[in-house]
């Protein structure tokens, strides 16, 4: 799909995009940098423009940021598995009946917090593997067998996929 996808505005995530050493420093940049990125696309909004969807049937924006800490936890919880267990099978979660749970109602403010806190660790794990590190796996029950690599690439991803669904709707709306 082109990126201008309200779907996916900065494209679909490649799986079988190979990986270099450039693109490896810029996701981890990516990581590092989502916290400061979601918030300035946050601020400033009101209540009733969180509760507005970034797309015709999607989350709304209070849900999409708690989302990201729901994610984020969970790749975080990944990745460190996949550094210290053998290729171990982690557990997949249904995203959308936890954007709907009560928890995802409340400030988002709790959730920046949990967004601070986990890409600070995840930053100083990614920076300190090295290459054959970074080939360790973990299987995922759908997507099958994913290096720390490529899970690395996914999460980067991530932060400028829902990053950008904010953006894309301030701009759309004018706010």
């Known amino acids: ?3 201008t996808d309200s779907s996916y505005p900065v ?3 490649d799986r079988q995009a190979p990986i270099t050493a450039a693109l490896r420093q810029a996701a981890i940049t990516d990581i590092a940098t989502l916290p400061g990125h979601l918030r300035v696309a946050v601020a400033g909004l009101s209540d009733t423009q969180l509760d507005t969807p970034y797309r015709e049937g999607g989350w709304t924006v209070r849900q999409l940021v708690h989302h990201v800490a ?3 936890m969970n790749g975080y919880i990944r990745l460190k598995l996949g550094l210290t267990e053998d290729n171990p099978t982690i557990k997949p979660y249904e995203q959308d009946p936890w954007a709907s749970l009560p928890d995802s109602q409340m400030p988002i403010a ?4 949990i967004i601070d806190g986990v890409h600070a ?3 100083v794990l990614w920076q300190s593997l090295d290459e054959a590190t970074l080939q360790r796996t973990f299987t995922h029950p759908e997507l099958g067998p994913l290096t720390l690599d490529r899970h690395l ?3 980067a991803w991530h932060s400028r996929h829902h990053t950008a669904h904010v953006t894309a709707l301030r701009a ?4």
């Open 153 to 155: 690439q996914l999460y």
């Open 172 to 175: 759309a709306r004018g706010w």
């Open 121 to 123: 660790r995840w930053t």
């Open 70 to 72: 729901d994610s984020h």
């Open 110 to 113: 709790v959730s920046l917090g």
């Open 11 to 13: 494209g679909r995530f």
């Open 1 to 3: 799909m082109a990126p």
